[in-house]
Structure formats: C-alpha cells, structure tokens
C-alpha cells in the first residue's frame, strides 16, 4: 500500500517507519521547514547551542518498550530534570518537596513531621475536589497554594485556577523527601544529537520519502493514496466546520548572554506580576557540552489564548471544547480512507513517551486489520 502521513514528528516518523519495515510505500509531508514536529531541536547558528524550538523537551518514561524503541535510533545521556521555582522574591526547589516545605516556612522538619503540618495545612473538607484551585487546596493548602500555583497557572492558562480542571495539577508530585527530581519516571534523558536527528533517523528508510515545506491542503497527491494517516489538529482536517477548538500557545522571547545566566535550565515564576511563566537556558539540556560555551541563550516563556495564526500549543479541554470536540470524532469516525494520530490528531496534551506507545499501538492495530483483510 501506499499511505500519506501528515506530519514529520514522533506520530508520523514512528507509524512512517514500522509501515516501511512492513514493506509499504510512505511520503510523510510537513508544513513547516523541518522534520520533529513540535520537539524540533538545532544548532543556534550564532553560538552553537543545541536549542529547543517550541519549548524545553525532556524524555522520560516508564514504559520499557519505548525506552528501548528510541535506543534504537540515537544515544540518550542521562538527564535529571531539575526545576527551580521563584516566588515572592525567593527560590525554592519544585515539584514541592521537604526542601521546599522547609525552607519556605522556616522549619527544619523531617518527613514524617513535614507530613502531619502539610495534613493540617490543607483544607480537609474537600472529599473529591472538582477543580484545580479544590485539589491544592486539599493537597498542601493555601500558602503554598497560594505561593507556587495560583499565579502561574493563572498565567499558563488564562484563567482562574478555579475554572480549571484537577487533573492538570494532579502531573505533580508532592513528595516528603529530598528528591527534586520533576519526573518520577524511572528512564529519564535527552538525545545528545537532539530530537530532529533522532526523528529524521526514523524517517530514513528506502521506503519513506519525506517532503517539507508541503501543507496537506495544498498536496493533491495525497488523494490518489490508499491511505492518510493525519498528525495535524483535527478541526484543520475538517475546515473547522464544527467550529475551532481552544488551545493556549506560547511567545518565546530571547536572552543573550555571556557565561551562565541562570545557573539551572529552567526556573518558573510563579507570581502573576511577573508576565512570565518560566526561563529556560538551553545548554544546561545538554550538561555534557555546556561548559564549551562562552556564551548562553535563554527564553522567557509567555503563555496566551492561540489565535487562528498561531502554533497550536496546549489543547485546552474545558467544557465548550470537549462538546466540539465530541462532534469532530463523530465527524472522523464516518470519514474513510484516513487515519486521526497524534496530540493534534486526537486534541489531547501528549508526552513524547505516550505519543510514542500511542503511535506503535496503532501500528499493531492497522497491521492486524492489514492481516485479516479489514479496511483500515
Ligand atoms: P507534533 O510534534 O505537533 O507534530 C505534528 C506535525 O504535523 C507538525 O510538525 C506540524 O507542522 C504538522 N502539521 C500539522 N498540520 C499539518 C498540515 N495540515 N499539513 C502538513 N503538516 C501539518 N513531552 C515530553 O515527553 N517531555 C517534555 O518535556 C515535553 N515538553 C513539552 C513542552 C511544550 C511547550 C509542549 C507544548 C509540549 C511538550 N511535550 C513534552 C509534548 C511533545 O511536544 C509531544 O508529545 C509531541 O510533540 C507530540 O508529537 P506529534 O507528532 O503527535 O505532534
Ligand atoms: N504549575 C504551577 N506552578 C509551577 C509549575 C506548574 O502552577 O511552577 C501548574 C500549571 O498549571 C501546570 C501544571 O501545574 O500546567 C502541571 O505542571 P507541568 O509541569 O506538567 O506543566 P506543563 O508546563 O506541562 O503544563
């Protein structure tokens, strides 16, 4: 068969490639200029550090088959994730943890004490929190509340905590030790050649053609294709004739520097006086380089509501979005010959690993289809 598979980053290149091994024929096209979708990385031209384009990717997972997958394409070096959190003119070390419990309320507690205050601290009569402003609360109470998550998730999502669902804070941990890792995945890392390398290596097979520049709308070829498989946002696919679904994007704002200018890769800013959300300094990605640069780069993070033009980002999923987006999968599901994939296939905030296991968990499904003779 030959498929066309819209977008070059983990989605497309991991279905493009176990296709390929399966002896089918593959143009992946993308729109923009580069292979990676969303976790492209490259050489800053001016100063050689590896940069992130939309934003700090770290790779960290608990499912073995897809630690293992990306071995397989490129070199992983170990790589902690480590964030540091700025509130009210102090730094604190996050997710919360003894450390943070510690120093910001002057104590010296250990973790079974730091428990029982924490016990006290939240507000006990909150059964089953039903949004994200209930669920802190519950955790670890307001002052910490209050210091590390109202304003910075007020500026990451444009709205009151209160209006928010609790799953977004539940991502996070609180733990009652020194551990300050962010993840609690136990295979954590980077690419050392970065992502656009490892992702372009999956693409690089004899079967897989691979066309930049080529917008799905504009790539009639598509059509005389035995199959589509779509990584782009599903109301695209549909001209949004249901109407748009709401995502946040971001405006990265560059820092030029000499030397370290933060000392850690990433530090939030958690107050909303700050515009902000976070600055990363992309070569302290890569520990096992950074030291050969004299000079560093740096972005501030700001978060907004993503017009028709913009980067689609974090899909945002309140109430209104979930209906439209009950429309577009009815829509889908009647729509033949094409396949939906990916974060913005499925309208879902997807890491790396997920994406990954989602996309090889599609392969299976689509060779036994192929096998018994069922339409895609
Ligand atoms: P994408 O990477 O978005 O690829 C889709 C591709 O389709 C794009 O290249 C796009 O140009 C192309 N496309 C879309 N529409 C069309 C069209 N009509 N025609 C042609 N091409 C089209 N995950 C982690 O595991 N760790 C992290 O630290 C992490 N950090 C993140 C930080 C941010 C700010 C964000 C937003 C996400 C982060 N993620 C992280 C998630 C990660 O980015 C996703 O898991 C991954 O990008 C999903 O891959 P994908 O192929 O599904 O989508
Ligand atoms: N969050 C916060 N303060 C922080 C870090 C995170 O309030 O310093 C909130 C924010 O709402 C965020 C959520 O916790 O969306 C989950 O954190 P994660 O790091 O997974 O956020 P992401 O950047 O992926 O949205």
Request: aromatic share 12%; charged share 20%; net charge neutral.
């Amino acid at each position: 068969m030959h498929f066309c598979i819209v977008g070059a980053g983990f989605s497309g290149a991991v279905t493009a490639r176990h296709l390929a091994e399966r002896g089918h024929r593959i143009t992946v096209i993308d729109e923009r200029p580069h292979n990676g979708g969303n976790c492209h990385t490259a050489r800053d031209p001016q100063t050689g550090i590896m940069l992130h384009h939309y934003g700090p990717h770290i790779f960290h997972t608990a499912q073995e088959t897809v630690w293992q997958y990306v071995q397989r394409f490129g070199r992983f070096a170990p790589y902690i994730n480590r964030v540091k959190a700025i509130s009210q003119g102090r730094v604190y070390t996050l997710p919360i943890t003894l450390l943070t419990i510690n120093q910001f309320f002057g104590k010296t507690m250990q973790p079974a004490e730091a428990r029982e205050f924490i016990r006290q601290q939240a507000v006990q009569d909150m059964a089953s929190p039903r949004n994200f402003e209930e669920q802190a609360l519950h955790m670890i109470g307001p002052a910490l509340y209050e210091a590390f998550f109202k304003g910075y998730t007020t500026k990451q999502w444009g709205l009151p905590p209160a209006d928010l669902p609790a799953a977004i804070l539940k991502r996070l941990p609180v733990r009652f030790n020194y551990d300050d890792n962010y993840f609690s995945h136990p295979y954590q890392g980077i690419p050392v050649e970065g992502y656009t390398t490892l992702i372009e290596t999956i693409l690089t097979h004899p079967r897989i053609t691979v066309r930049l520049n080529t917008s799905f709308e504009t790539f009639q070829s598509c059509n005389s294709m035995d199959h589509t498989l779509y990584t782009g946002p599903l109301d695209r696919y549909f001209s949004f004739c249901h109407g748009r679904l709401g995502y946040r994007t971001l405006n990265f704002e560059r820092i030029d520097a000499k030397g370290d200018y933060q000392g850690t890769a990433v530090i939030n800013y958690c107050d909303e006086s700050i515009p902000y959300t976070r600055i990363s300094e992309h070569k302290h990605f890569a520990p096992w380089e950074a030291a050969r640069f004299s000079r560093t780069v740096c972005f501030r993070e700001y978060s907004r509501l993503a017009g028709p033009e913009d980067a689609p980002y974090y899909p945002i999923r309140l109430a209104g979005e979930t209906a439209m987006l009950d429309r577009y999968v009815r829509t889908a599901m009647t729509a033949r010959n094409v396949s939906f994939l990916g974060r913005l296939g499925t309208y879902r905030y997807l890491d790396m690993d997920v994406t990954i296991g989602e996309a090889l968990a599609a392969c299976q499904i689509m060779d036994d289809h192929l096998a018994e003779g069922r339409p895609l």
